[in-house]
């Protein structure tokens, strides 16, 4: 009911420019979707056709293999096995980097100590360097440590590029939160693993949450570090795809694990409606 009260009283207060500035902003970010949604149900579409000459449907009896989502939805395109180890790398990625930077982040944001902007500036590296030097580098040293083609030096090498992400969104959080709280608490006699329980943690919730959701999704979104060090052994969701479109050609295949891909960030983003509000971060998840 209030979500409707908003929406209409957002419509009064908008013009007709604004309207339609709206509605070109939508179109530039949903439009290249339309003409991969029907390229992943095409058979054959040619230039300057604006739709298929011949449709998936009407091949799919007489062809002997798979064509589009049937070969997709298949075991011959291997979409069960990249999604495994794209989401099991990314949940063990999540889970390691919030025990990193939570400590971390609360160093950060509450104490000062000598050098502490080079050490920031550090962690931001992984940003700034190529990921193609990193990924070489540590293609040589995992080489000679047996890692590479493992599930560990894929999740290593993941670490690299989402603890920065992390530690910025915690050190955030930390920050806003303020000792408040917690020296009330300690003047009331709570201990300190009871002010980290019962005051410090729920009131971490929401930026927690934040800032896995946007872990996972860089770790089920990296692929130059994950083609370098997986070496064609283990294959995820964005490997996966670069196999499919590496010859220059888009087919109705690589249209539909093109769409299969995204699935991950559109979830995440109405989870992210959901629960990361701003009025989130002051109230909770008890709303």
């Not at 934040?210 to 999704?217: E, I, N, R």
């Amino acid at each position: 009911m209030r979500r409707r009260k908003a929406t209409s009283a957002l419509n009064t207060r908008l013009s007709p420019f604004q309207k339609i500035y709206l509605l070109l902003f939508a179109g530039f970010i949903l439009g290249p979707f339309i003409p991969l949604i029907i390229q992943s149900f095409a058979f054959r579409w040619a230039w300057p056709d604006l739709l298929p000459s011949t449709w998936w449907l009407e091949q799919r009896e007489k062809s002997m293999l798979p064509l589009a989502w049937d070969y997709v939805l298949s075991p011959y395109s291997r979409m069960l096995e990249a999604t495994i180890n794209t989401v099991f790398i990314g949940l063990v990625v999540t889970v390691i980097c919030l025990a990193i930077c939570l400590p971390a982040a609360r160093v950060l944001a509450r104490e000062n100590f000598r050098g502490k902007p080079a050490f920031e500036f550090f962690l931001s590296m992984p940003l700034i360097v190529p990921e193609a030097a990193i990924g070489i580098a540590l293609l040589m040293i995992f080489i000679r440590l047996g890692l590479a083609g493992s599930y560990i030096g894929i999740i290593i090498a993941h670490l690299i590029p989402t603890i920065p992400y992390m530690i910025r969104m915690l050190t955030a959080v930390y920050q806003g939160l303020g000792r408040d709280f917690e020296e009330q608490a300690m003047i009331l006699g709570a201990n300190r693993w009871q002010v980290l329980r019962l005051v410090t943690l729920p009131m971490l919730i929401p930026g927690v949450v934040a800032g896995a959701l946007f872990t996972f999704l860089v770790s089920t979104n990296i692929f130059l570090l994950t083609f370098f060090l997986g070496q064609g052994k283990i294959i995820t969701l964005p490997t996966l795809l670069f196999s499919k479109i590496a010859g220059g050609t888009l087919d109705a295949s690589a249209a539909g694990i093109t769409l299969l891909v995204t699935v991950p960030g559109i979830i995440l983003l109405l989870v992210t409606e959901r629960f990361i509000k701003e009025e989130a971060f002051g109230k909770g998840f008890g709303n």
